[in-house]
């Protein structure tokens, strides 16, 4: 039997979550089941991403530390990463009547992809600075998408699947 040697906490950095974001979203499959779960169920893919990051790297997170991150994590993003998501989703519709559309539309992508980073480096810090000693869920990804967003066993199976 193989087994894993668990790290209990150790100090991240925000830019090799970065890069592992950058890899692991390149995949088509991966970032169309990402996003769904954004649309469907409000899932924050940067703590999905990190959660992924962890399991990776065979980094133990607790249930109530994922609760925490989502906490911090979804208060952020509903004051700014949503709202602006949703400008530039506003904005498309502007496409043929607009002058200087594709350039207005890189700074905002830039913008968003900006506070995509902070999102990282807030669940990076609160990661850090999680004191919680409750047991860790065998898969954390599945923890959150189960039990705090609430996906139904036939969305979440298929999901995993691609996000594997």
Known sequence: MNKRKLTLQPNLQSSNLWQFALQYYSKSARSRALLQ?????????????????????????????IAVLHAHVTEFSQKYTQPLRQIRANFKQSLQTMENYSVLRTHMLNAELELEKQEQQLLIDAFNRATANDSPPTCPLKYYLENILAVPKTDLDQTLTQLA
């Open 37 to 65: 779960l954004q649309d469907k169920y409000a899932a924050n893919i940067n703590l999905c991403l990190l959660l992924k990051y962890l399991s990776q790297q065979n980094i133990i997170v607790s249930t109530s530390t």
